[in-house]
Nanobody, 115 residues
């Protein structure tokens, strides 16, 4: 059973930066990929970015050039560096861990971009 812990959310002004972290417990079996989704108020959850254990990275067009995903395989941790944030990036950000046995989700961390 995986235990997922996210951190790094908060309030930031437009144009600012935040770095999200997501750590999966050491007992998480056979991680294939880790990634981020977000859900804004009144909207469906949407995919933001993911990275495989082989370091293949994919980023949504809406955040490409502003968000960077990276990973520390040894620590079962994924990071999302978010630069040049816009009010439209305001959402709860969720970490998803894909394993050979299924997917695990974190509880989410709030990101608010406002002046």
């Amino acid at each position: 059973q995986a235990h997922i812990v996210e951190s790094g959310g908060g309030l930031v002004q437009p144009g600012g930066s935040l770095r999200l972290s997501c750590a999966a417990s050491a007992s998480t079996p056979s991680i294939r990929a880790m990634g981020w989704y977000r859900q804004a108020p009144g909207k469906q959850r949407e995919w933001v970015a993911d990275i495989t254990s082989g370091d293949i990275r994919n980023v949504a067009d809406s955040v490409k050039g502003r968000f960077t995903i990276s990973r520390d395989n040894a620590k079962n941790t994924v990071f999302l560096q978010m630069d040049n944030l816009e009010p439209e990036d305001t959402a709860v950000y969720y970490c998803k861990v894909r394993t050979f046995y299924g997917d695990y989700w974190g509880q989410g961390t709030q990101v608010t971009v406002s002046s």
